[in-house]
């Protein structure tokens, strides 16, 4: 007997290798996987310009930021954008100014596939070899209330469909369905009960090393964790010449491990 639904994560015509630099643009929730790449000692660019919640904010980051990856992730969070009344122009954000300076307005779905897509093919045109995966973020925006927000997230979903629908490096990680779907219970929330918890983030990292990662990026996974583990160690007794002999040895294992799976990977960002 079955208690859940299960969702299942397509596998993408690419593979992410070990170590390989990445570049994470979107909402908190790009934030939260981006760190926990970091975690593992990618090299990736999480947000460089802060968080970005719609599709203009993540072209406005990509135009800005020069790195040319061959993995990109965009989270995104919502269709609603803030524009400048003064000049016209669509923020990133509202630096707490005064919110009569502003005008709110609900990006269409074609609107949200125009900005998406300048946004792959400016990597693409950096990269050809580029794969960029699309996400929808599971957290809810309470403020449009829960209909609205619903039909924000509604709008998200069907651009980021049409968008890998029409282009062959473009794919979707159903990270919003497994949230939604398959960890349906509020004890995968934080307390505010809208923010997914540690846990799921980790749940979802999990589903994602599975589907995406190499056997050679697993296996570095695999070898990293107890170095990571060691290296997170709080001793007793710092100072003592037992410890500082673990952490030279540790460092010594480290710096070996980072080298040997790093070849590969260099000069590719």
């Given at each position: 007997m079955d208690f859940r639904t299960v969702v299942n994560v397509p596998k993408p015509d690419f593979q992410i290798e070990p170590l390989e630099p990445i570049l994470f643009v979107g909402s908190c929730f790009a934030d939260s996987i981006g760190r926990r790449?970091?975690?593992?000692?990618?090299?990736?660019?999480?947000n460089p310009y802060g968080v970005m919640y719609n599709p203009a904010s993540i072209l406005h980051t990509v135009l800005r930021c020069d790195v040319a990856p061959r993995v990109a992730f965009f989270t995104l969070g919502t269709n609603h954008v803030y524009r400048l009344k003064e000049t016209g122009e669509i923020v990133d954000n509202c630096q707490k100014r005064p919110q009569r300076l502003f005008q709110e307005e609900e990006l269409s779905i074609s609107q949200c596939v125009d900005y998406l897509s300048q946004a792959v093919d400016e990597l693409h045109r950096r990269c050809s070899d580029v794969h960029v995966v699309l996400t929808v973020s599971p957290i809810r925006y309470a403020k449009y209330g829960f209909h609205?927000?619903?039909?924000?997230?509604?709008?998200?979903?069907?651009?980021?469909?049409?968008?890998a629908n029409e282009k062959s490096f473009v794919s979707y990680f159903?990270?919003?369905?497994?949230?939604?779907?398959?960890?349906?219970?509020y004890r995968f929330y934080q307390p505010d009960m809208l923010h997914p918890s540690a846990?799921?983030?980790?749940?979802?990292w999990q589903q994602l090393v599975e589907a995406y990662f190499s056997n050679r990026a697993k296996q570095f996974l695999t070898e990293w964790k107890p170095v990571k583990e060691a290296l997170a160690h709080r001793p007793f007794n710092p100072?003592?010449?037992?410890?500082?002999?673990?952490?030279n040895q540790t460092h010594v294992r480290e710096r070996e491990i980072l080298a040997r799976y790093s070849k590969s990977n260099e000069g590719t960002f």
């Open positions: 790449f970091e975690q593992e000692r990618f090299p990736v660019t999480v609205g927000s619903q039909l924000s997230k509604a709008t998200l979903l069907l651009a980021a469909n049409q968008l159903p990270a919003y369905e497994i949230v939604l779907d398959e960890l349906r219970d846990q799921t983030v980790e749940y979802i100072d003592s010449d037992e410890y500082r002999h673990f952490l």
